[in-house]
């Protein structure tokens, strides 16, 4: 039954961006897509997101000033927030900055989030996500921070992580991450802060990961 509510979710979500009336755009039915798989308490606290006003004058979210149709960040940090994380939030193409830590949100991280190849900043800790980490956000290229910590996230490390060659901060922490520390880590050579404790991590730590921090000068 569980399983059906959420698929039963997923296609009203779905029917939403792609059945939207030709006024409105790819952005704006983003939006009001992620503000659908709320629950209603915290749909409440959005009352600005309708309609009626333009979706960049919405509470947390910013446009570009150059593009102002388009959103370059969603902070909504410690908002009282729960339900599901919308997959349709990996349309916003010029996304930059994710803040979603400190709420209540439940789920999966969903793996279209890999998308978002502009992406700088995603921050997801103090939930309650569950499930692995998509190896699809090794597509996120140009993220200096990914901060999932303090979850219920578990699996493995993906390895793709360690494609994201701008890195500057993970934090992982407080998850209950298994596995081997991928050694695709010691790619990360912009890297300065790097947390993985509180987890359920075995075997050995990369030798080379001590020399990331030598060159980065932490």
């Not at 978002?116 to 692995?132: A, D, E, I, P, Y």
């Amino acid at each position: 039954m569980t399983i059906f509510c959420f698929s039963l979710l997923f296609f009203c979500s779905h029917a939403l961006v792609s059945a939207g009336s030709s006024n409105a755009s790819t952005e704006e039915l983003a939006l009001l897509a992620f503000k659908s798989m709320l629950s209603s308490p915290s749909k409440s606290l959005l009352t600005s997101w309708n309609t009626s006003s333009h979706y960049c004058s919405w509470t947390g979210v910013v446009c570009s000033r150059r593009q102002p149709e388009r959103v370059v960040s969603l902070l909504m940090g410690s908002f009282n927030l729960s339900g599901r994380l919308s997959p349709f939030l990996g349309n916003l193409s010029f996304l930059r900055k994710l803040d979603l830590h400190g709420n209540q949100f439940v789920g999966q991280i969903p793996p279209g989030f890999g998308q978002l190849s502009r992406l700088q900043m995603l921050n997801l800790s103090t939930n309650t996500l569950h499930g692995s980490i998509p190896e699809a956000m090794g597509g996120c290229t140009n993220l200096t921070t990914l901060d999932l910590s303090n979850n219920l996230l578990q699996g493995e490390i993906p390895t793709g992580i360690g494609a994201l060659k701008n890195l500057v901060n993970l934090s992982l922490h407080i998850n209950g991450l298994s596995g081997d520390i991928p050694h695709s880590l010691t790619n990360l050579s912009s890297i300065k802060h790097l947390s993985l404790s509180n987890n359920r991590l075995s075997g050995e730590i990369p030798p080379d990961l001590g020399n990331l921090y030598q060159s980065s000068g932490s």
